[in-house]
């Protein structure tokens, strides 16, 4: 079992920055990889927005790259993502997922509203 808690959502002005942080109960340098997943609307599917493995090899969401940063501190067992540049159309619940290799979990999401 994982319990993931993020922070650092809230409201900023397109072009500003945000940093998220996930924070996992346990160790995370076991786990296969770890993300963030954002949901636009609701009733809208959770896209995905970045990844990293437990090796460091990260992967993004075309309509992040560039300007969105994952990064993992095992000694923390904490995953972050640093937004920059951020535009309205990245307004979103942002959620955390970590994955064991045999299951998945998903934090409670924290809301990014970016105005215009």
């Known amino acids: 079992q994982v319990q993931l808690v993020e922070l650092g959502g809230g409201l900023m002005q397109a072009g500003g920055s945000l940093r998220l942080s996930c924070a996992a109960s346990?160790?995370?340098?076991?786990?296969?990889?770890m993300g963030w997943f954002r949901r636009q609307a609701p009733g809208k599917a959770r896209e995905l927005v970045a990844t990293i493995t437990s090796g460091g090899n990260t992967n993004y969401a075309d309509s992040v790259k560039g300007r969105f940063t994952i990064s993992r501190d095992n000694a923390r067992n904490t995953v972050y993502l640093q937004m920059n540049s951020l535009k309205p159309e990245d307004t979103a619940v942002y959620y955390c997922?970590?994955?064991?290799?045999?299951?998945?979990?998903w934090g409670q999401g924290t809301q990014v509203t970016v105005s215009s």
């Open positions: 997922r970590a994955d064991d290799g045999s299951r998945g979990y």
């Open positions: 346990r160790s995370i340098f076991s786990l296969n990889f």
